[in-house]
């Protein structure tokens, strides 16, 4: 049998021409997927094969113990302890979110997390910082590091890393000096002084650790090793070992402080003791603290905000630096400054004492309703006349153009920050006729008069609009003692983990003040009596004590039925200082009575004069 072609239908043009255009797409196609083939295998070839490789490697930054924070004679303050933490890589999510949201129910039972928290967790710091790891939990046990490890297929993207976490082995001891760490902000990557740091990296935030920084923080290293298709580790390759941070040796005195911190626990308050000839720190505190290891796994935001609370006294708060207080009689030191340089009065110029001083239709009075009849600057200081002193602010706010004392209060640091190696020290306030004039425009409700003459006598014995802090004093009666403005300074040198220096801070340069030597000797001797002779203010807190101090209280008003506050400025050994020590308690009441003994032991501290350190004298209720 055959076929016969002479009865086949002949095909017609269209369907000859369709034909002709499938075909020739046909042929673009497979000439398209050939050259395509052509191209990766004998063109990039050598190219997918080196990416391929470079899949099976993977660069790991191992991160840096940061340096070690001593005292001046070596005792540990912060060290640094290995942890593991879990961490989710952003770019090896999964992209479904039902595998995700598996991943995270997975995690949480491991972890003993909620789902919600983690999933919290994960977007905030990946909406902070979207390329880096997020940190779901630090300081896991070591079951966790292996079960996670060992299930690796289970976690698409979770990694257990060795990390170093702060320690601070004293807890809460200067709390507020050492600071905190916590991982560097998108904003602080884009700064100079944060380059070449990851961005997993912790820097520090507050305190000495952000202040020396760059010091404390080590060089990372780096691990590349050789994985599997399934991203498990294989082998390592090559490794560079991290480098940790420098030492950082610090002024302080770790039994002043101990003292110190000891003697106001449990109240609100600061202190500060410090050299007055070179302005290093001895000891510095603020009552309530507060322990910093919270924050080296990273601390919740309730427990920030009861940190922060001045309900809880605001622990984070450093009061030494950033107090904002009237300092009461503390301040007449500073004011015979400005009197005796403006004339106002010599050495032996005598004032009378009737109990009370009118200006106006307003009369004030010395504590308890005293009179001490005639004085001159000495015993003005010695019994602390608040008469003498409303007599001499009242002259200063008409001679010398009527500025003199905030002219001689700001060159002894007040008003303005003191320098101090510690961020976020405020700079107080210091009262003007300009500023309170236009605060009073400002804030009406808070400056509710413009300035008036009884300002001045206010500021004269340190109440009124003043804002002040332990520090500022600190530097103001160590101006007086030496007639030289000091820096004050926490860090002494920079050394390596054997304790051998490799840098040392300079001593900041101190400024002449200008002050008469025979202006200076005068206001020494008025402390001097006030806390050695009869009638002294702090007489009775210093009875029997081995070293001869100069001292002055002082009782701040605060109005509105609150507790007068505390506070006591002393120097030691007197005629020539090496030690001012200034303290501070909120609710204290007479300076005697509470901020002069704090002080007494904080001095006794520094000296080494055993079994002084914690007895505790009250002085007369009397004086202020």
Not at 233 to 251: A, C
């Amino acid at each position: 049998m055959y076929l016969d072609n002479e009865n086949r239908p002949a095909i017609t043009p269209q369907l000859a021409l369709r034909v002709a255009i499938l075909g020739g797409i046909a042929l673009v196609m497979f000439a398209i997927v050939f050259f395509r083939l052509w191209y990766l295998q004998v063109l990039s070839g050598d190219k997918y094969l080196a990416q391929a490789r470079d899949n099976q490697v993977r660069d790991i930054v191992v991160q840096a113990p940061r340096g070690k924070i001593v005292d001046r004679d070596g005792n540990v303050l912060v060290d640094n302890r290995v942890a593991y933490a879990v961490t989710i890589s952003p770019d090896k999510l999964p992209l479904r979110q039902a595998e995700k949201t598996q991943l995270y129910q997975r995690l949480a039972r491991v972890l003993g997390m909620s789902r919600r928290d983690i999933r919290t967790t994960v977007r905030t710091q990946l909406k902070a910082q979207p390329f880096a790891k997020a940190t779901v939990k630090t300081d896991v046990s070591r079951n966790v590091f292996s079960y996670v490890l060992e299930h690796q297929a289970s976690f698409p993207g979770v990694t257990v890393d060795k990390v170093y976490l702060r320690y601070y082995p004293r807890h809460d001891l200067a709390a507020q000096i050492m600071g905190t760490v916590g991982r560097v902000t998108a904003q602080e990557l884009k700064e100079p002084d944060f380059k070449g740091v990851d961005q997993n990296d912790s820097v520090g935030q507050t305190g000495i650790e952000s202040s020396y920084d760059r010091y404390l923080r080590g060089q990372d290293g780096a691990a590349r090793v050789q994985v599997d298709a399934a991203g498990n580790l294989r082998s390592e390759l090559t490794s560079k070992q991290p480098v940790q941070g420098h030492e950082l040796r610090l002024s302080l005195n770790l039994e002043a402080q101990k003292v110190g911190q000891a003697t106001l626990a449990g109240r609100r308050g600061a202190f500060v003791a410090m050299d007055v000839r070179n302005g290093s720190v001895y000891a510095l505190g603020s009552s309530p603290t507060f322990d910093p290891n919270v924050f080296s796994k990273g601390v919740k935001e309730s427990t920030y905000k009861a940190l922060s609370s001045s309900a809880n006294g605001a622990p984070l708060t450093n009061r030494a630096i950033q107090g904002l207080y009237p300092t009461g009689s503390t301040f007449k030191p500073i004011t015979s400054v400005a009197a005796l340089n403006c004339g106002v009065l010599t050495p032996d110029t005598v004032i009378f004492d009737g109990g009370s001083f009118k200006q106006g239709a307003i009369v004030r009075h010395n504590a308890g309703n005293a009179s001490y009849g005639a004085l001159n600057l000495v015993n003005a200081l010695r019994v602390s006349s608040d008469v003498f002193f409303y007599n001499v602010g009242a002259e200063l706010g008409t001679s010398c153009g009527g500025l003199e004392l905030q002219k001689w209060a700001s060159k002894l640091g007040i008003g303005h920050k003191t320098g101090i190696d510690l961020p976020a020290e405020t700079p107080g306030f210091l009262p003007t006729p300009a500023r309170i004039n236009r605060r009073h425009k400002q804030y009406p409700k808070i400056f509710n008069l413009p300035w008036e003459p009884g300002d001045n006598v206010n500021l004269a014995v340190g109440q009124g609009y003043l804002g002040a802090d332990p520090l500022q004093m600190a530097v103001a009666y160590a101006g007086i003692a030496t007639g030289y403005k000091v820096v004050p300074h926490l860090a002494m040198r920079v050394e390596d983990n054997e304790g051998r220096a490799l840098q040392s801070f300079s001593t900041p340069s101190r400024k002449k003040l200008g002050i008469n030597p025979l202006f200076r000797q005068t206001i020494m001797q008025g402390l001097f009596e006030a806390a050695n002779s009869p009638g002294g203010t702090s007489v009775d807190v210093f009875k029997g004590f081995p070293i001869k101090v100069c001292g002055k209280t002082g009782t701040a008003e605060k109005g509105l039925g609150r507790q007068d506050q505390s506070w006591y400025v002393v120097m030691a050994p007197c005629p020539n200082p090496q030690y001012v020590v200034a303290v501070t308690d909120e609710t204290g009441g007479f300076g005697a009575q509470t901020a002069a003994p704090d002080a007494r032991r904080i001095l006794a501290a520094l000296f080494g004069i055993k079994g002084l350190e914690n007895k505790i004298v009250r002085g007369s209720s009397r004086t202020l």
